[in-house]
């Protein structure tokens, strides 16, 4: 074995914590279980090293294995599944003693959590339960709706406490369809495929018109047509788009007029309106506005800002 | 060359050339291809546009009739053809344009009232014809009315110019006005 290789390998190990050394080695998977249950991690660090070391030799670590266990100790959040589902139904054990909390691991960086909510007095409901997904990696969670509002800011402290987070902050983005949500979150939406649309030229049926169906038809506008359908490329995408069913503005505004005084200009109040878009699929909905001639091209940046600022529920206020 | 003009330039032989002009390019096309699937003596050309003025760069023929077509469920495509009539010049007004108005059937999606577009009509004297255009027997039956206004408006029909035609429908229009 190579000496700076060894030099490396020793310098990471007395910089591991000893309470994590077990785990961290065990995530770096190149020693084996045998090998990994003859040290002692109770001595001396030092001497701890050198017994690894020693293991390392008679694999004959290389500099690829180095490079992976320093890998492995930056990730220093090494999430503990154990940890943290334990700590998360004792905190909701404690607050209502009715309660039902079950999980399930899916894959290495999902996990599923199932609570049916019962008070003191009552057992738990199981016909209107509330699901939770948590992506240990990220600080994100995907909550579905709590029939009784007064749980939530218990489950929002649970979920803080058992992830070893400072705080917990709801986003303004809601939509059935939790593969949208993930999409719109990690920003896997924007991956285009392979695939030949991402920059064709302007051609026949590109623009969902027959245009060479009859030659006694003329468009006059193609110019026009070509720029909405370019301006619409550059704000939606050329791949498919989320799916959300809403997008709601709250505004608050107060009234303006040139003639001062009347009724409405008095009002203390800011006057409350509130806009709602509902469509199966909205953000394909409003991409195909203007190349359907219904809006002009750009739309509005209040529309199409929903799925870079990953909301989809506005309060608007004058400034 | 902002405004269209009626008479700058000659009429091919036998040839016929209508201008669609609305926001929405799916209504134009199966209203275009409507127009083309009827029998005709004359050569038919169908030319749409979102909006005036048309490109200068392109070489047309002389346009016979100017049908604007508004649909009833979008402001937007009102606004936009309001915004187009400052274009045309006064001479298509007498007898060679026409309001087609869409969506009508469906009352609880109209957010233009029928009166709008009746008053629009009146202001520039033309006629003004309502048909469902999602629909293929009205449309089918439309397209077939337009396509003998345009060979009126074209002049290949002896005996009948388009000024007659425009005075003859506007007599049917004046009774109602009169009731109001």
Redesign the interface.
């Known amino acids: 074995m190579d000496e700076n290789v060894a030099e490396f390998i020793r310098r990471s190990i007395l910089k591991i914590p000893l309470c994590e050394m077990k785990t961290i080695l065990k995530a770096w998977n190149f020693l084996s279980e045998d090998q990994l249950q003859t040290i002692n991690f109770r001595q001396r660090k030092e001497f701890l090293a050198q017994e690894v070391i020693l293991m390392c030799e008679e694999k004959c670590a290389r500099l690829d294995d180095m490079a992976l266990l320093d890998i492995v100790c930056e990730d220093v959040d090494l999430f503990d599944m154990k940890w943290f589902q334990c700590s998360f139904k004792k905190i909701l054990q404690r607050a209502l003693r009715n309660v039902t909390v079950s999980f399930r691991v899916d894959g290495k960086n999902a996990v599923w959590i199932r609570i049916a909510w019962g008070t003191q007095y009552s057992q738990p409901n199981q016909y209107k339960p509330t699901f939770v997904v948590y992506y240990p990696q990220t600080p994100y969670a995907f909550i579905s709706s709590c029939h009784l509002k007064s749980n939530v800011p218990l489950l929002h402290q649970a979920l803080k406490v058992a992830s070893k987070h400072h705080q917990i902050v709801q986003m303004d983005l809601r939509s059935r369809h939790l593969d949208s949500l993930k999409a719109i979150v990690f920003r896997e939406y924007d991956q285009t495929f392979e695939s030949h649309n991402s920059t064709v030229p302007l051609q026949e049926g590109n623009l969902g018109l027959d245009m060479n169906l009859d030659s006694n038809i003329i468009h006059e506008n193609l110019e026009e047509k070509e720029r909405i359908h370019r301006v619409t490329q550059e704000t939606f995408g050329a791949h498919p788009q989320p799916q959300l069913e809403f997008a709601q503005y709250k505004l608050e505004t107060k009234f303006k007029s040139g003639i001062s005084g009347g009724i409405l200009a008095d009002r203390k109040e800011p006057l409350r309106c509130l806009i709602k878009f509902s469509s199966p699929h909205l953000l394909e909905a409003l991409k195909s506005l203007a190349p359907a001639g219904i809006a002009d091209a750009p739309l509005s940046p209040l529309l199409t800002c929903i799925a870079n600022k990953k909301m989809n529920y506005f309060k608007i206020r004058d400034k | 060359m902002s405004v269209l003009r009626s008479m700058d330039k000659l009429p091919d032989l036998n040839r016929a050339t209508i201008?669609l002009v609305?926001?929405?390019?799916?209504l134009l096309?199966k209203l275009?291809?409507s127009m083309?699937q009827e029998h005709c003596a004359s050569e038919?050309?169908?030319?749409?546009?979102?909006?005036l003025p048309?490109?200068s760069t392109?070489n047309?023929p002389r346009i016979d009739l100017i049908v604007f077509v508004i649909n009833l469920h979008?402001k937007?495509?009102l606004r936009k053809v309001e915004e187009c009539l400052s274009h045309v010049d006064s001479s298509f007004f007498l007898g060679k344009v026409c309001f087609l108005a869409t969506g009508a059937g469906r009352e609880s999606h109209c957010s233009i009232h029928q009166n709008t577009v009746i008053k629009l009509a009146r202001t520039y004297r033309s006629p003004l014809l309502f048909c469902d255009l999602e629909v293929g027997s009205f449309r089918a039956t439309m397209a077939q009315r337009l396509v003998r206004m345009l060979q009126i408006c074209a002049g290949h029909v002896p005996g009948i110019s388009a000024v007659n035609l425009l005075s003859l429908l506007r007599c049917s229009d004046s009774t109602p006005s009169k009731e109001l």
């Open positions: 201008l609305g926001t929405e390019d799916a096309q275009a291809e083309l038919l050309r169908v030319h749409l546009a979102n909006s048309l490109p392109v047309r979008s937007y495509s």
